[in-house]
C-alpha cells in the first residue's frame, strides 16, 4: 500500500488564512481612546473603520487606493483612440490610392482625383461617399474595407467576449456563426423578458453557443449580467468622448455594421433587450480620460467599465446614503480591482463590531453596542502600562511599610534567603532547590540535605488601607484644550491600579463642573463633553468628604484635577455660578478645603493650564491645607497622579 507523503511548509498563496483579521486588543485600545476622548461608541468604531487599526488599514486607505487606481486608469489612454485610427488607416488608402491615380494618364483618373480630394473632413463622411468609389489600387481598396470590418469586429468583440477567434479571417461561415448565435439569443431573452424560458432552453443555447461565452454563465440572469455590464461599458465610452467624437464614432458603427443588414438588425435588438432587462446598469456617465495614446475600442471599454466599477466601490464604501454598511460593499468587485487583502480588510472592517463582541469587549444593550466591564479593564491596564512605561516624575515613592508578622500580605516575589531574614519560606520551591542541586552534583537523594543556598523566602509588606477621592474637571475648557483625554486615561489607570494592586483601598470618582457628582469608572470613560459653564469644586470636595467619613479607618487621599478656578458653588441645593468668581464662591469652596484637611487627608491639586487665577488660588489652597500643587503637562498628568497616589497612600498616619 502506498504511503501519503505530506509535506509542511510557509503558506505563499496570498494573506494568512488562519491568522486573525486584526489585534483585537489593540483595536479596543484605539476604540477606547476615541470613546474618552468625548466621542459616542458608534461614532468611535465608525472612526475606527475609516482609520483602520494596526496593519489593516481602514476605508480612507481602500478611498486612497481607488483614487490611484483611477488616476493610472485615467492617463493610459485616448478613449478616442478607434476615430484616429480609422482617419490612420483611410488617410494610408487614399495615399496609395492617389500615387496610383497619379501614375495613369486618362481622364478617368482626373477625375477620380478630384472625387478625392472633394471628400468630406469627417471620417465617417468620407467613408460613406467611397461606397460607390471605383478603388483602381488593391491593396487601397483591402486597406478601405478592413476599416469597416475593423469596426465591426471590434463592436462584436466588445460585447461577446468569446468572438475574436470565431471573426477571425472574415469568413463568411464564421459570421453566419454569429448571426445564428444572435437570433438564438434574443429569442431567449424575449422569452426571459415574457417569463416563457426555461432552463432546459438555456442549457441548449449554451451547448450550441457556449463557446462565445467564455464566462460560462450559470443561468439566463447571469448570462443577462455578463452582456448588460459590456453594453454599459460601451454606452458610458461613448459618453466619455466629446459630442463630435462620439457622432462621428456613431456614423462609423453604423456604416459599418450597415453592410451586414441582418447581422445590424441583431446587435439593434440585443441592445434593446438588455436596455428593457437591466435598464438601471445603462445610466452611467462618461469619464475623464487624459492619456495620450490611442486606444481600440475593446481595450479603451474595459477600461472605462473598471472606472465605473472603480466609482460605484468608492460611493459603496463612503456609504452616504441613510442605513449603509460595509455590507453594501460588493467584496468580488473589491477583490477583482484592488486584490485579496482589500478585500481581507474590508471583511474585517465589517466584522470589527461582532468581533469584539465576541471577544467580550462590547455587549448589546438598549440603544446598540456599549462597553463591557472587560473593556474597562483593558481601557485601564493599557493606560497605565503606558504611563508606568514613561514614568519620570519621581518615582514611585515609599509607598509600602515593610515589616514582618502575621498581617503581611505577599507581593507575589520570591528571594534568596539571608542570615536574619523575618519572611515566611517558601517550602515548595525551597525543596525544588535541594533537588536541582542533588541531581547536578550526582548525591543521593536520601542522604542530601538541605543547604542555606536551598533556601527561598516569600516577599512580604504592609499595606495601608486609603480612601481615595478623585476629583475630576468636566468643564467644556478641558475639551478645547485637549485635556479630556488625559483625564480619562489617568482615572482609568488609577482605577485598575486600585482594582488590582490595592484592592483594600477604597476609591471614589467625583466629576465636577457647574455641580458636581459620583461616577463609575464606565460612566466617566463614556461621559460625552457637554457646554456647561462652571466649576464647582465646593461640591467636589463636598463629596469627597462623604467619602472620607464612611471610611474612617482608612489613609485619606483626596486629588484634584482642574484647569479653572472655582466659578460656582451651591446654595440651599442650586448651583450659582459667577464669573469672574464671586467671593462667595471662593469663601464656599475654602470652607470645603478646610473640612479636608480636618479629616486629616492628604489634599493633592493637579493643575492645567496657565491660567493665573487659578495658579493663585491652588497655591493658597495648597498653603492653606498643607497639600501639594502639581502643574504637568496633559501628556504626563497620568505619572504625577500615579506617582503622587502611590506616595499619598503611605500617608500621615504610616509615618507619624
Known amino acids: 500500500m502506498a504511503r501519503d507523503n505530506y509535506y509542511y511548509g510557509a503558506w505563499h498563496e496570498g494573506p494568512d488564512p488562519l491568522a486573525p483579521p486584526f489585534d483585537v486588543r489593540q483595536a479596543m485600545d484605539e476604540l477606547g481612546d476615541q470613546v474618552m476622548a468625548g466621542k459616542s461608541l458608534r461614532d468611535a468604531l465608525e472612526e475606527l473603520r475609516r482609520k483602520g487599526s494596526g496593519e489593516t488599514p481602514g476605508i480612507d486607505e481602500l478611498h486612497r487606493q481607488i483614487r490611484e487606481r483611477r488616476r493610472e486608469l485615467s492617463r493610459r489612454g485616448d478613449p478616442s483612440g478607434e476615430l484616429t485610427k480609422a482617419r490612420a488607416a483611410l488617410d494610408q488608402a487614399l495615399a496609395q490610392e492617389k500615387d496610383t491615380?497619379?501614375?495613369?494618364?486618362?481622364?478617368?483618373?482626373?477625375?477620380?482625383?478630384m472625387t478625392l480630394d472633394a471628400l468630406p473632413d469627417t471620417t465617417a463622411a468620407a467613408l460613406r461617399e467611397l461606397q460607390d468609389y471605383q478603388w483602381r489600387d488593391p491593396q487601397a481598396r483591402a486597406l478601405y474595407e478592413q476599416i469597416s470590418a475593423n469596426l465591426r469586429d471590434q463592436v462584436l468583440e466588445q460585447q461577446f467576449q468569446g468572438l475574436k477567434q470565431a471573426l477571425g479571417g472574415n469568413d463568411p461561415a464564421a459570421m453566419r456563426t454569429v448571426r445564428d448565435m444572435m437570433a438564438d439569443l434574443n429569442a431567449l431573452l424575449a422569452d426571459h423578458a415574457r417569463g416563457t424560458d426555461t432552463a432546459e432552453q438555456f442549457e441548449r443555447f449554451m451547448g450550441k453557443h457556449g463557446d462565445f461565452f467564455p464566462e460560462n454563465p450559470a443561468d439566463v440572469d447571469e448570462l443577462i449580467d455578463q452582456l448588460a455590464r459590456r453594453q454599459a461599458e460601451m454606452d458610458r465610452l461613448m459618453r466619455s468622448l466629446s459630442a463630435q467624437q462620439r457622432r462621428e464614432l456613431e456614423e462609423l458603427i453604423d456604416a459599418a455594421m450597415g453592410q451586414d443588414v441582418?447581422?445590424?438588425?441583431?446587435?439593434?435588438?440585443?441592445?434593446?433587450?438588455?436596455?428593457?432587462?437591466?435598464?438601471?446598469?445603462?445610466?452611467?456617465?462618461?469619464?475623464?480620460?487624459?492619456?495620450?495614446?490611442?486606444?481600440?475600442?475593446?481595450?479603451?471599454?474595459?477600461?472605462v467599465g473598471e472606472l465605473a466599477d472603480l466609482e460605484e466601490l468608492e460611493a459603496q464604501l463612503a456609504g452616504q446614503h441613510p442605513g449603509a454598511t460595509l455590507d453594501d460593499v460588493d467584496i468580488e468587485l473589491l477583490e477583482r480591482h484592488l486584490g485579496a487583502e482589500a478585500a481581507q480588510d474590508v471583511r474585517a472592517l465589517r466584522d470589527l463590531e461582532r468581533e469584539l463582541e465576541q471577544q467580550g469587549y462590547l455587549q448589546r444593550g438598549p440603544e446598540g453596542p456599549q462597553m463591557s466591564p472587560k473593556a474597562l479593564r483593558r481601557l485601564g491596564q493599557s493606560a497605565l502600562k503606558r504611563i508606568f512605561a514613561d514614568l519620570r516624575a519621581g518615582g514611585l515613592g515609599g509607598h509600602d511599610d515593610r515589616r514582618s508578622g502575621a498581617a503581611d500580605e505577599r507581593t507575589g516575589a520570591f528571594l534568596p534567603w539571608s542570615f536574619g531574614d523575618e519572611q515566611p519560606f517558601d517550602a515548595v520551591r525551597t525543596v525544588t532547590n535541594r533537588t536541582l542541586r542533588l541531581a547536578t552534583s550526582g548525591a543521593s537523594e536520601l542522604t542530601g540535605g538541605l543547604e542555606p543556598e536551598d533556601f527561598v523566602i516569600a516577599e512580604t509588606e504592609r499595606r495601608t488601607r486609603a480612601a481615595v477621592a478623585l476629583c475630576v474637571d468636566l468643564s467644556f475648557s478641558m475639551v478645547m484644550e485637549d485635556r479630556w483625554l488625559p483625564m480619562k486615561q489617568t482615572a482609568m489607570a488609577l482605577t485598575h491600579l486600585i482594582q488590582t494592586r490595592f484592592r483594600q483601598d477604597a476609591l471614589e470618582i467625583i466629576g465636577f463642573d457647574r455641580m458636581a457628582r459620583t461616577m463609575t469608572p464606565m460612566e466617566l470613560a463614556t461621559v460625552e463633553p457637554e457646554w456647561v459653564k462652571g466649576t464647582n469644586l465646593q461640591h467636589a470636595l463636598m463629596l469627597a468628604g462623604r467619602h472620607l467619613r464612611r471610611h474612617p479607618e482608612a489613609e485619606p487621599v483626596v486629588l484634584?484635577?482642574?484647569?479653572?478656578?472655582?466659578?460656582?458653588?451651591?446654595?440651599?441645593?442650586?448651583?450659582?455660578?459667577?464669573?469672574p468668581p464671586s467671593a462667595a464662591t471662593i469663601r464656599a469652596s475654602v470652607a470645603q478645603v478646610d473640612a479636608i484637611s480636618r479629616q486629616g487627608a492628604s489634599l493633592n491639586i493637579f493643575r492645567l493650564g496657565d491660567d493665573p487665577g487659578l495658579e493663585r488660588f491652588v497655591d493658597a489652597m495648597a498653603r492653606r491645607s498643607g497639600g501639594r500643587v502639581f502643574a504637568p503637562d496633559a501628556e504626563r498628568l497620568g505619572e504625577y497622579v500615579i506617582s503622587d497616589y502611590l506616595r499619598a497612600r503611605r500617608g500621615r498616619r504610616a509615618t507619624g
Not at 101 to 113: H, N, P, T, V, Y
Not at 268 to 287: C, F, I, Y
Not at 560 to 579: A, K, M, N, R, Y
Open 262 to 303: 441582418d447581422l445590424a438588425s441583431e446587435m439593434a435588438q440585443l441592445s434593446d433587450n438588455l436596455r428593457a432587462l437591466r435598464p438601471g446598469m445603462m445610466n452611467g456617465p462618461g469619464v475623464r480620460m487624459r492619456g495620450e495614446e490611442p486606444l481600440g475600442m475593446g481595450e479603451a471599454a474595459g477600461i
Open 101 to 113: 491615380l497619379a501614375a495613369a494618364d486618362d481622364d478617368g483618373a482626373r477625375l477620380a482625383e
Open 560 to 579: 484634584v484635577i482642574t484647569d479653572g478656578e472655582p466659578t460656582s458653588h451651591l446654595e440651599d441645593g442650586f448651583p450659582v455660578f459667577s464669573w
